[in-house]
């Protein structure tokens, strides 16, 4: 009678669950009509052929019964055995102390009888801490003489070791009626493994007044080398390294000759070795816009570090803005120009300052596009200028692309939107012939085959450009 199946429920609360629990199965029923205690068993392999078995009446049950027989169901080793690949227990590490938390397993209220040793062995970076508990019960190990103990992955072995009571078959017959010397104690071992994944904040290199180590999200800086790592692109000279002080900061110009330019990569590793932040730093000499006096040019530094240098010398690019769009580059030796040096006085031009040519030259600052004779720009040429420039920096940004599908699809999307711009500039300053030649130059310097893919009517005061 199924519904005569209950479950289990133990009285007390903290019975242990960590012990075997051995049970006897029989089945009680009523006798058959001629009141005969039989009952018939029909095996797989056989369905047809039914074998007879004639059992015991009970008095005291007033039923038959048929003895099925013992066994034995251990809840905590039935829950282990399904929490191989999770973790037994929470384990945290910090500075110089290990947290150890169980979990579900604290649940079972496993007696001291039942747990023979809990082995925990802990390894990080070659060394291995031991410890050893009789129950689990949450517990700290202290770690002296240690330091950055989060920063470094974790391997956790846990070893359980147990004794239960368990039925001896070669003693406990299926038909016994009592558990009498019917026992034997038995051992049995389970091991965990865990990982313990390091600590890893996200660092930035910050350049002020000195360069500075700081925490992106705003944490403590913990876990790294305190040692900064130069590494000379150009000039090529020896790498150095500098030590950050307690507010985490270098001072990197110590290690930096003046009136020298520089091209620095700026690293920092973790205790474990790993690179956690790098960034590169320009030195070079950096002008403002001229100011014009006495028939000559004047530039202004605008970092202190160049200001008193003598060997600072300007690249000078001119271009004609009306017939003559040709370019015409000048090396001036120092930062002030005479006029009468300059063959062409009706042009616009913009300036760089260097110490000594290099492959470097492209990162150094321009400065905006100024007239010669140093009257006003007008508003149509200087946003002409300006467009160009950046159609031309993004273009060479997606011409080193790997996809040439998208570098392709991108500046055709770039070549319409500056067009835009730039002529809805250039017609309201009624400057209709300066907005097509301006229009001519970004197809020149675009892939696009076929110029009919981008039109102008000329017809109107306002230019369409259609895609």
């Not at 040709?326 to 120009?337: E, F, L, P």
């Not at 005479?338 to 913009?350: N, S």
């Not at 010669?372 to 149509?380: L, Q, R, Y």
């Not at 085959?449 to 895609?467: G, P, S």
């Amino acid at each position: 009678d199924t519904q005569g199946f209950e479950s289990l429920v133990f009285q007390d609360r903290h019975d242990s669950l960590c012990q075997n629990v051995i049970m006897s199965r029989e089945i009680h029923y009523n006798k058959n009509r001629q009141e005969h205690c039989r009952h018939y068993i029909k095996y797989k392999d056989v369905p047809d052929v039914l074998y007879e078995h004639k059992d015991t009446f009970a008095k005291n049950l007033n039923a038959c019964k048929y003895y099925i027989g013992r066994y034995t169901h251990n809840p905590f080793i039935s829950w282990l055995s399904r929490t191989e690949n999770e973790k037994l227990c929470e384990i945290k590490v910090s500075a110089n102390t290990i947290s150890i938390k169980w979990g579900l397993i604290r649940n079972f209220h496993c007696q001291e009888k039942n747990i023979n040793e809990v082995q925990i062995q802990l390894s990080y970076k070659e060394k291995t801490i031991e410890k050893k508990l009789k129950t689990f019960e949450d517990t700290d190990l202290e770690v002296r003489n240690e330091e950055h103990l989060s920063c470094y992955p974790w391997t956790v072995h846990i070893k359980i070791s147990m004794i239960f009571e368990n039925l001896d078959e070669s003693k406990c017959k299926w038909y016994d009626k009592t558990f009498a010397n019917c026992t034997i104690m038995e051992e049995k071992n389970t091991e965990f493994v865990q990982h313990i994944e390091p600590t890893k904040p996200v660092f930035e290199i910050k350049n002020t007044t000195q360069v500075r180590l700081s925490e992106k999200h705003g944490g403590k800086i913990s876990c790294v080398q305190y040692i900064l790592n130069v590494v000379f692109i150009t000039p090529k000279i020896k790498n150095a390294k500098l030590i950050l002080n307690y507010d985490h900061e270098a001072d990197i110009e110590t290690i930096l000759d003046d009136c020298q330019e520089y091209v620095l990569n700026l690293k920092m590793k973790s205790v474990v070795g790993e690179e956690v932040a790098n960034t590169t730093l320009k030195y070079f000499p950096s002008i403002s816009k001229p100011t014009f006096a006495n028939n000559s040019i004047h530039f202004a530094f605008l970092n202190s570090r160049f200001s008193n240098c003598p060997n600072v010398n300007l690249l000078l690019e001119c271009k004609g803005e009306e017939k003559d769009k040709s370019t015409k580059v000048y090396d001036v030796a120092g930062v002030n120009i005479d006029l009468e040096d300059l063959t062409d006085k009706d042009c616009i031009c913009r300036a760089k300052a260097y110490i000594v040519k290099d492959e470097f030259m492209s990162l150094r600052n321009w400065t905006d596009w100024f007239k010669i004779d140093g009257s006003e720009m007008s508003g149509s040429t200087d946003a002409a200028s300006v467009i160009i420039d950046w159609f031309k920096t993004v273009w060479s940004e997606i011409s080193g692309s790997s996809s040439a599908v998208a570098a392709a699809s991108v500046t055709l999307s770039i070549v319409v939107i500056a067009a835009v711009l730039l002529i809805v500039i250039l017609v309201k300053r009624r400057n209709k012939r300066r907005a097509i030649e301006e229009m001519d130059r970004m197809l020149e310097m675009t892939p696009v085959k076929r110029r009919e893919d981008i039109l102008y009517d000329t017809d109107d005061d306002y230019y369409h450009v259609l895609h």
